[in-house]
């Protein structure tokens, strides 16, 4: 199974690279991502994210590259404002970790929503480029 693998390379990686060592490639890929998704360029996103990415929504949605992008190709989806905060990038030689909480909203399927949600983001180096593999969120609930 190739996730065990990837997580006991993770473990046995040891901690992450100091923050001034940081690939500044990959900070600006990151923030890409959304820029990209507001733009909804195709054909950028085509690049910046791996053959076999995976989308994790809040809701439990579960997409792949090939349908997220003809999500936005087609307009069932048009993202507005997306604004990160409080993003933290830890490094493990060729894997990358992008965490923080997002801002956002959008339209979906004719429907805006919005919302503030925490973000997971894994990126692996591959060719001297990084490329995303995954991402994850999990809304964050109002106060009570």
Do not use: C
């Amino acid at each position: 199974m190739k996730t065990v693998p990837f997580f006991l390379a993770l473990a046995l990686a040891g901690a992450p690279m100091a923050a001034q060592a940081l690939d500044a490639a990959l900070a600006a890929r990151d923030a890409s991502w959304n820029t990209l998704r507001q733009q909804a360029d195709v054909d950028a996103l085509e690049r910046l994210i791996a053959p076999d990415f995976v989308l994790v929504h809040s809701d439990g949605r579960v997409q792949r590259k090939a349908d997220y992008l003809a999500e936005l190709r087609s307009r069932q989806r048009v993202n507005g404002p997306i604004v990160n905060q409080d993003v933290t990038i830890r490094e493990y030689g060729a894997v990358a970790v992008v965490n923080g909480v997002s801002v956002q909203s959008a339209v979906s399927n004719g429907k805006p929503w919005s919302g503030r949600f925490r973000f997971t983001r894994v990126w692996l180096k591959q060719g001297g480029d990084w490329v995303l593999v995954s991402s994850h969120s999990s809304r964050i609930a109002d106060a009570p």
